[in-house]
């Protein structure tokens, strides 16, 4: 199969399964079909499909991946002591693990074509990673009661699937409402100490931090760029040689800006 022909069989295989949106009329254009597949993904809730499907699935994102580049810790340079920035798309770094932004339900993002990182991670990495995250909230439904969500600043670790990256660590960062507080400060320094030792407790050895909690969740960038590169320097400090490489990811020329601040 060609990844034109992937792509249609896919768009197909994913309307059908909808249920709902059988009927809905194909683009003949391939960004059209590249957005319908991808808003499809999004709203699926997770669940088994067919072997044939996800084996499509899997050969038509890893040509993706390669298409959009992936990027490896050498073409990243390193600013001082392991640490480095890079600025683009999380979802080409080729690394142990990336970090996601994600929601206290654990399951990514179901608005259709939505920018967050959750969403974009959820989309290329394929749908098991939905799967995988719903199961292990249902594992921890049963432990903890029907209603729990998981609690800021605590890391779920899971597969990356069709990623570059080898594992993807999912956290939950702090929701600024109205003033930012200590309490908001503290759970965000939380969220990078956390995920760096779970890094160390399985054998990860680079990986690349997300802007946590800035953006919907409207943590100031810049006040959130100096709370993660101290934590992440005090943390380094007290774990030498724990860790290859750190990377700050940011997409924004303004968390750029903040970052290179910071570390320069």
């Not at 992936?70 to 640490?83: M, N, Q």
């Not at 206290?104 to 799967?131: E, K």
């Not at 605590?154 to 507080?181: C, D, F, Q, S």
């Not at 810049?222 to 007290?238: L, N, P, Y």
Request: glycine share 4%; charged share 25%.
């Amino acid at each position: 199969m060609t990844q034109d022909e992937r792509l249609t069989y896919l768009v197909e295989a994913f309307k059908a399964d909808s249920g709902k949106y059988r009927h809905l009329k194909t683009p003949k254009d391939v960004v059209g079909r590249r957005q319908l597949l991808r808003s499809l993904m999004n709203i699926r809730m997770p669940g088994p499909m067919s072997p044939e499907t996800i084996a499509a699935q899997d050969e038509y994102l890893k040509a993706r991946a390669e298409e959009k580049g992936i990027v490896t810790l050498r073409e990243i340079p390193v600013i001082k002591a392991g640490i480095s920035i890079w600025q683009g798309d999380i979802t080409r770094l080729q690394v142990d693990a990336i970090v996601n932004a994600a929601n206290s339900q654990m399951l990514g993002c179901f608005m259709p074509m939505h920018t967050c990182i959750d969403n974009c991670i959820h989309t290329f990495a394929g749908v098991q990673l939905r799967a995988e995250c719903g199961w292990k909230m249902k594992q921890l439904r049963a432990k903890y009661g029907r209603d729990y969500e998981q609690p800021t600043a605590v890391p779920m670790l899971t597969e990356a699937y069709n990623l570059p990256a080898k594992k993807v660590v999912h956290i939950v960062g702090p929701i600024v409402e109205n003033r930012l507080t200590k309490e908001h400060e503290k759970a965000l320094a939380d969220c990078y100490r956390n995920t760096l030792d779970l890094c160390v407790e399985n054998g990860l050895r680079s990986v690349a931090f997300c802007c946590i909690s800035t953006g919907v969740f409207h943590f100031p960038n810049q006040r959130a760029a100096e709370i993660a590169v101290s934590t992440v320097t005090d943390w380094m400090k007290a774990h030498p040689s724990a860790m290859d490489r750190i990377i700050f990811n940011v997409f924004k020329d303004e968390d750029k800006e903040y970052y290179e601040q910071e570390l320069y």
